[in-house]
């Protein structure tokens, strides 16, 4: 079975643009959760999506959205980007509905760079 | 306020050595995951313990759930250099909500 994979690895933009990141979950899975991570904060919880719906939302502004298709492909979209957002942004999915414990299956990560 | 408190951050040992890293919570889980993550990778799945007291072992890494279900402990027996990467734990409460993660255990393995 193919591994979640996400697009792109790699992404330079500048303060006040846009990004959009995709994710390509395992076949099979239904949930796709996003997260940020930072040498600070470590991995946190950005929003998780089961069903072309939000389902779970962490603490994250607005500028923050995502989205999920009807294939479980996800995608992930920064407004207004600063350079706190410099960050690796992880994509995990799992079966969503019939897994008991939530066990994530993660990409290797867009490292997105603010300048 | 960090939920899952992990010790140590950082770990720096010889090739052989054993040792025992920590994630410490206040509040109760119904499940406990560990991942390790390398350079350039996300992080991957090890073992999910879900009973009080239970005790994984996978090869030479052993992992221990609290009997009150708030902390567990990796324990690495004779480390080697393909151990070297980022451990984090993550706390779960069943159902649909979401994990929540450490910061993570950076161990590095020297030869």
């Known amino acids: 079975k193919a591994g979640v994979t996400q697009t792109p690895r790699y992404l330079i933009k500048t303060r006040g643009q846009q990004v959009t990141l995709s994710c390509s979950p395992i076949?099979?899975?239904?949930?796709v959760s996003w997260y940020q991570q930072t040498p600070g904060q470590g991995l946190q919880f950005l929003f998780e999506?089961?069903?072309?719906?939000?389902?779970n939302k962490g603490n994250f502004p607005g500028r923050f959205s995502g989205r999920q298709f009807s294939n479980s492909r996800s995608e992930m979209n920064v407004s207004t980007l600063e350079l706190g957002d410099s960050a690796l942004y992880l994509c995990?999915?799992?079966?969503?509905?019939?897994?008991?414990?939530?066990?994530?299956?993660f990409g290797p990560g867009t490292r997105l760079t603010v300048l | 306020t960090q939920l899952l408190e992990q010790s140590p951050q950082f770990l720096s040992i010889q090739e052989g050595e054993n040792l025992t890293v920590y994630c410490n919570s206040s509040s109760v889980f119904s499940s406990l995951q560990w991942y390790r993550q390398e350079p350039g990778e996300g992080p991957v799945l090890l073992v999910t313990?879900?009973?009080?007291?239970e005790v994984k072992k996978l090869k030479r890494l052993t992992f221990q759930f609290g009997d009150a279900r708030k902390d567990s402990s990796l324990h690495i027996t004779a480390a080697q250099p393909g151990d070297t990467g980022l451990y984090l734990c993550a706390g779960g409460w069943g159902g649909n909500t979401p994990l929540v993660f450490g910061k993570g255990t950076r161990l590095s393995v020297i030869a």
């Open positions: 313990v879900v009973t009080g007291g």
């Open positions: 995990a999915s799992s079966l969503g509905g019939g897994s008991m414990y939530n066990e994530q299956f």
């Open positions: 076949s099979g899975h239904r949930s």
């Open positions: 999506y089961f069903s072309e719906t939000q389902r």
